[in-house]
Structures are given as C-alpha cells and as structure tokens.
C-alpha cells in the first residue's frame, strides 16, 4: 500500500508529512498533519485517485479528539496544533494522495 501526501491550504498553514509512504498490507498508516492558525476548528481529510478529484474522507472539529470513520480514525491534538489521520488494515485499494485542509466554520 502506497500514498502520497499534498496540504491544500491557503499560504501554507497547512503542513503535511510523511510526503509518501509505503506501508504493507494489514499494516497501520499514519498521516500527519500540522497547522498555524489557532482560529481553525475544523480539519477536513480528502483522498485523491489518480486521474480523479478529491472526495471527503474524514473531518473532526476542535471541540472532539476523536473521530472513527470505519477504517480511517482521525485524532486532534490542539495544543499541538496537529491532526493525524491512521488506517488501519491497510489495503491495495487505499493507495491514493492524501490532502488535509483546515478552516473556520461559523457555528449554527
């Protein structure tokens, strides 16, 4: 199982690592992700298939730590200003660039 990663985000608060990773299959991959701006409360996940667009995989708010999508579990760290995003059970099919994003959204 292969991946890259791209930050999408609007000058550069946004920094992503590991830039690939190859991980076997069954194995745990984790994504990083670091971002500046401490008025951000919501991080979005989108994963890319070669010759598609990207499409939503994840996203948690700052109020939670946690967020369980299946497979895919992103966790927030606040003070550290880092998302992560962890696969578990790697698969063939998960191999595909990865973007996180960060941004303000106005509460209802």
């Avoid at 939670?64 to 927030?76: A, C, L, M, N, S």
């Avoid at 790697?90 to 996180?100: E, K, L, R, V, W």
């Amino acid at each position: 199982v292969s991946g890259q990663q791209k930050g999408k985000s609007d000058q550069q608060q946004v920094k992503q690592s590991p830039q690939s990773l190859t991980v076997q299959e069954g194995g745990i991959s984790v994504l990083d992700c670091v971002y500046e701006n401490s008025l951000f409360d919501y991080f979005p996940w989108y994963q890319q298939f070669p010759g598609k667009g990207p499409a939503l995989l994840a996203a948690i708010r700052s109020v939670r730590i946690k967020e369980e999508f299946g497979r895919f579990t992103v966790f927030f760290n606040k003070s550290a200003k880092h998302i992560s995003l962890h696969i578990k059970d790697s698969q063939p099919g998960d191999s595909a660039t990865y973007f996180c994003a960060a941004g303000a959204q106005c509460s209802p």
